[in-house]
């Protein structure tokens, strides 16, 4: 069954900092675009970034391109989300997802998610 699970979320106060990981479970996922998403309570689910299958492209959405950098580790099957200066209202469940085919924003339609992890942010 194919997996990708987040971990890193938690607690934070306001100007400060975490690093997401999302790990997959089959090593197909390294040849994969992977993207961040995240969704607050009652809003839709927002992209945030994306990257492709060797790390040499990279996108973002513009509330979150100065203070958040995806990366990726193919050895260990794992992107990442370094997330810095955060704000109350980047508090939200954060996904990953990983899509052969798409990457960006259109990666909301993508087959695979994980369960989210959730970051708040204190004030």
């Known amino acids: 069954q194919v997996q990708l699970v987040e971990s890193g979320g938690g607690l934070v106060q306001a100007g400060g900092s975490l690093r997401l990981s999302c790990a997959a479970n089959v090593r197909t996922f390294s040849s994969y675009g992977k993207g961040w998403f995240r969704q607050a309570p009652g809003k839709e689910r927002e992209f945030l970034a994306a990257?492709?299958?060797?790390?040499?492209?990279?996108y973002y959405a513009d509330s979150v391109k100065d203070r958040f950098t995806i990366s990726r580790d193919n050895p260990k099957n794992t992107v990442y989300l370094q997330m810095n200066s955060l704000k109350p209202e980047d508090t939200a469940v954060y996904y990953c997802t990983a899509d052969s085919q798409r990457l960006g924003a259109d990666m909301k339609d993508s087959k695979y998610w994980g369960q989210g992890t959730q970051v708040t942010v204190s004030s």
């Open positions: 990257i492709n299958w060797n790390g040499g492209r990279t």
